[in-house]
């Protein structure tokens, strides 16, 4: 339904802004989507068969999920309807409902698209249920966030999840193409400033149309062309895409991590540079440096907890930018230590153990004797004080009595822990010899 601002014909006359204008009017048009769109595309296959099933659309800003939207109940001849989770409310979403309903009677159906789909609770979510289930409507919801942790799980067992992709630095240029088609003039930037504002767009085709239609707007003259110093001037470099309390915050320590753990001392400070610039807490950034160095690295290496808790008090004491250089110098420390989980793999099996075996007393000889009635019982009897034997080693058990031994601890020959393994080895030999008590 078209409004009388539409239908007097001013909305042609008012001026569009360049992303606007280059909308894609078919879903073969969508830029960096073909593993969606295209032929063999999940709505591809939908669109050709017209069997259209309720979808959510997941991924980063300007990939394309709203017009992708449009489009889908353009080709589906379907009445297209929108939401903002934002903005909507319960009585939003029955008015939407009633007006589906009014349209299947007279054989029309609804698509309808709720972005920010995330933002609904779950009580707003499962209102969904009954007109998806009856076809009242084909619902498109669109997520920047991780769908498993944010939509309830029965809208997912009733929708098909798509990944949208972040636009490659060739998608982003064939939009520069179009928008240059879409002026009738080369964008005014040389070579270099042409690849900074692809870089600063960082995968969000919208932030590419709107940096160029500044560009545009700004350079008038058809000989005028700018160098990469001249567009950073211009337009404002925009932050980079990380959102620090929700999945991207969860992506990136995650690689962080894993390049730490993987001995990549390049990739591990690139990621926390990534972080850093987007703003996370170095605080949060230095624990997990020290739980990477007991987890990861542990006795191969025990200067690595040394090295990460230094990071966090010199954090503590310059703070920023001068404390992050702490933390950079403890990442790469961290990613080029030998690695060994044998610590973290001993405390899990032995945390195993205690709740399976629950409160199964210290055998009696380990025990104190502090009064004559504990005396009598047998506390402390056959005890044999370590520093008092040969070698310093007694090798009595020191389990319950109703447990068998376990070994828990198997150092890797790596690091400091091939030491430690030459003792575990030499003590288990001594015990070996030892008549068992």
Known sequence: ??????????????????????????????????????????????????RLSSVVFWGPPGTGKTTVARLLADETHMEFEQLSAIFSGVQDLRKAFDRAKARRKDGKGTLLFVDEIHRFNRA?????????????????????????????????????????RRLSDADLVELVARAEQEEGRPLPLDADAREALVGMADGDGR??????????????????????????KLVQRRAPIYDKSRDGHYNLISALHKSVRGSDPDAALYWLARMLAGGED???????????????????????????????????????????????????????????????????????????????APPKHILNAPTKLMADEGYGAGYDYDHNTAEGFSGQNYFPDEMERATYYDPPERGFEREIRKRLDYWSSLRADLKPN
Do not use: C
């Open 282 to 360: 170095p605080l949060y950034l230095a624990r997990r440096l020290v739980r990477m160095a007991v987890e990861d690295i542990g006795l191969a290496d025990p200067n690595g907890l040394v090295q990460a808790n230094a990071a966090k008090d010199a954090y503590q004491l310059l703070g920023s930018p001068e404390g992050e250089l702490a933390l950079a110098q403890a990442t790469l420390y961290l990613a080029t230590a030998p690695k060994s989980n044998g610590g973290y793999v001993a405390f899990k099996a032995a945390m195993r153990a205690a709740k399976e075996f629950g409160s199964l």
């Open 124 to 164: 707003q979510q499962d209102s969904f249920l009954p007109h998806m289930e009856d076809g009242t409507i084909i619902l498109v919801g669109a997520t920047t966030e991780n769908p498993s942790f944010e939509l309830n799980a029965a809208v997912l067992s009733r929708a098909t999840v798509l990944v949208f």
């Open 207 to 232: 932030a590419l149309l709107n940096l160029a239609e500044d560009v545009f707007a700004t350079v008038s003259s058809a000989a005028a062309t700018l160098d990469r110093d001249a567009l950073v």
């Open 1 to 50: 339904m078209s409004t009388l601002f539409e239908a007097a014909g001013l909305d042609k006359k008012a001026p569009r802004p360049l992303a606007d204008r280059l909308r894609p009017r078919r879903l073969s048009d969508v830029v960096g989507q073909d593993h969606i769109v295209g032929d063999d595309g999940t709505l591809g296959r939908m669109v050709a068969s017209d």
